[in-house]
């Protein structure tokens, strides 16, 4: 029998959704195996594997440093990065176009580019190790994200509301704290969840400027199944997803974050 | 005795522009502005788009800088003040209400800057939107009004903080034909009972000519003329303004040898000021200053087309080929009911007829 394309369409849809997402179920139910490797289905049902991960130092060492640098980096990339916006938006910086693509670079840079030409930098300037050259990664890499979402925001914001409040009394910080900033805080925030998930997530930056001492939680991830799977792995990763899944589900309901991606 | 003009001027005036000019890189849109609005002055800037008449609004509030000149607020040279600390009110073409803000607090924005507040705040505000007649909507949001209404509530969010000049730039834009209508009318009086010096931009003459106490005609930067509504429509300064109010008949002519305009086809029309013979020129009637007489004197013709607008007759008349005009009449006059093909005499007062160079 034949079938309408527009069937044809509704399955092939169907086919994706379950390939992209069948990778997540298979991480998430080999995590609660009680066998020490990885298997799928199961074997039996356990959730030790989750309290070897929350107890291990190791562990615990990377989920805090992944916090911190998260955390860090995505609060300086939303003061830098909306100021530049606010700059850039309002015309009051000379090369506005270019200064854009400069900012958003990262956003388009293989990361591993990015990666290698940092560790040159830190390099030749001593940073190579440090918390803060690492921080300051982080920033790079997040920083588009909250550019994009302030612009767009700042985009469909009238220019007059700004000089009205001036004009009824407020001065130029005012304008911004009591009319822009409330206007502009759903994309923000937006933006903010993408780059703290972005920082969170950072693999092939991170990777290159790492020192021995400190790692984050995707290169432990990224290292440890490398030396061979445990489901402790899939425990973190499992951690992990609802962490993320559960971010994105507060931002929906409080800001309707569809909106802004 | 009598202490000279300008400081007299200088004395009374509650706003002023004193050699004021605006130039974006070489482009100058505002060019040697002086103009001076008394205390209380209802002041309408009227020209076409691009006209300077919006940068001269926005000079007063302070989100444009003069390039050269002066602005002064009563005695006060405000030129290099900012915004927040002029004391003026300005209400916006897109109104810019604070979408975020209930209709209480944009109202009360201003108030809270200057630290304004409780029961004093509340009365003021509610004072705000009773004078522009819009009550118990305070705890609504902009987004939940109609256009009219969030227009009172522009209104009511500039008059609240008592500012010392209200500035208007084309607030009525926006609105239907007959809101417009009564918005001006309404507009008009809140301003005589706040007694507040007004400078109110506009495209539209009829909304400059009905409102203002003088209106400031503008174009190309440049002032063409100040004076009262009836001065501007019956003596107009400069052949611009005689082609931008009323309603023009525009016609291509070139000065002839005894200084009228050769209309070709043998229509020559006297003209106030001429110019060098030989000069092309636009020739600019006005279709109500044209009589049209059964015969006698005036310019032979033939009724072309009739239109019937209600309070008027608007005819078309050929007066030769590829010579036509627009005249009017009262619709309850003699000569109301003319048909096409009727031949026509058309008295034109000399005054009434300007010569525009062509450039």
């Not at chain 1, 594997?49 to 990377?62: E, T, Y």
């Not at chain 2, 109202?107 to 118990?136: C, D, K, N, T, W």
């Not at chain 2, 009525?172 to 010096?197: C, H, P, V, W, Y």
């Not at chain 2, 600019?284 to 008027?312: H, K, S, W, Y």
Request: glycine content about 10%; hydrophobic content about 50%; aromatic content about 6%.
């Amino acid at each position: 029998m034949e079938m309408a394309p527009g069937r044809i369409a509704t399955w092939t849809a169907w086919a994706v959704i379950v390939f992209l997402q069948l990778p997540v179920l298979v991480v998430v139910l080999a995590a609660f195996s009680t066998t020490s490797y990885l298997t799928i289905p199961p074997q039996g049902w356990t959730l030790a594997w989750f309290a070897k991960v929350l107890s291990d130092p190791a562990w615990l060492g990377a989920i805090r440093m992944s916090l911190f640098l998260a955390f860090g980096a995505t609060a300086i990339a939303l003061a830098l990065g909306t100021a530049a916006a606010y700059a850039i938006a309002r015309r009051m910086v000379p090369g506005a176009d270019a200064l854009t693509a400069l900012v958003m670079a990262p956003l388009v840079m293989p990361s591993v580019v990015i990666g290698v030409a940092l560790l040159q930098f830190y390099a030749l300037t001593g940073l190579r190790g440090s918390i803060f050259g690492l921080l300051m990664a982080h920033v790079v890499i997040t920083v588009p994200y909250i550019v994009r979402a302030a612009l767009t925001s700042l985009a469909g914001l009238d220019g007059a509301l700004e000089e009205a409040a001036r004009v009824l009394g407020a001065t130029g910080p005012e304008a911004f704290r009591l009319v822009t900033l409330p206007l502009i805080r759903p994309g923000l925030v937006a933006g903010a969840l993408f780059a703290f998930i972005t920082s969170l997530d950072n693999v092939p930056v991170t990777i290159f400027l790492i020192s021995a001492r400190q790692t984050t939680l995707p290169v432990l991830i990224f290292s440890s199944v490398e030396m061979g799977v445990d489901p402790s792995v899939a425990a973190i990763s499992t951690l992990l997803i609802i962490a993320t899944g559960g971010i994105l589900l507060l931002a929906e309901r409080r800001f309707g974050f569809h909106r802004f991606i | 005795m009598d202490a000279p003009l300008a400081a007299r001027g200088c004395a009374l005036s509650a706003l002023a522009f004193e050699r004021v000019g605006k130039s974006y890189g070489a482009t100058e849109v505002v060019r040697d502005v002086s103009l001076s609005v008394a205390e209380g002055e209802f002041v309408a800037l009227l020209g076409p788009s691009g006209c300077g008449k919006t940068t001269l609004l926005r000079m007063v509030a302070g989100l444009v800088a003069p390039s050269t000149g002066r602005v002064l607020i009563g005695a006060q040279d405000v030129t290099a003040l900012s915004p927040d600390k002029r004391g003026v009110g300005l209400v916006f073409q897109s109104y810019a209400l604070f979408p975020h803000l209930t209709v209480f607090e944009n109202v009360a924005f201003g108030l809270r800057r200057q630290r304004v507040s409780g029961a004093v705040l509340s009365e003021r505000v509610e004072a705000a939107l009773a004078m522009v007649r819009l009550p118990g909507l305070a705890a609504r949001r902009p987004s939940e009004l109609s256009g009219g209404q969030q227009q009172r509530v522009a209104i009511a969010r500039a008059i609240a903080p008592r500012p010392r000049v209200l500035l208007f730039d084309e607030p009525l834009s926006n609105l239907d034909a007959q809101l417009r209508d009564e918005m001006q009318i309404e507009l008009k009086r809140l301003q005589r009972s706040l007694g507040i010096t007004t400078l109110f931009v506009t495209h539209d003459q009829s909304e400059a000519l009905s409102m203002a106490d003088r209106v400031c005609v503008m174009a190309h930067g440049v002032v063409q003329q100040f004076d009262t509504p009836e001065a501007v429509y019956h003596r107009p300064a400069t052949a611009f303004v005689a082609g931008f109010i009323g309603r023009p008949n525009r016609l291509a002519g070139r000065i002839a040898a005894d200084g009228r305009i050769d209309l070709g086809g043998g229509v020559l029309l006297a003209a106030g000021e001429a110019g060098a013979t030989g000069t092309a020129v636009e020739a600019i009637i006005r279709q109500e200053a044209i009589a049209i007489t059964g015969d006698g004197d005036g310019l032979p013709g033939t009724i072309v087309l009739r239109a019937f607008n209600g309070a008027r007759v608007q005819y078309v008349v050929r007066l030769a080929e590829g010579v036509e005009l627009v005249a009017e009449t009262a619709s309850s006059g003699a000569h109301s009911g003319l048909e096409p093909g009727t031949p026509v005499r058309l008295a034109i007062a000399p005054g009434a007829v300007f010569a525009l160079p062509v450039a």
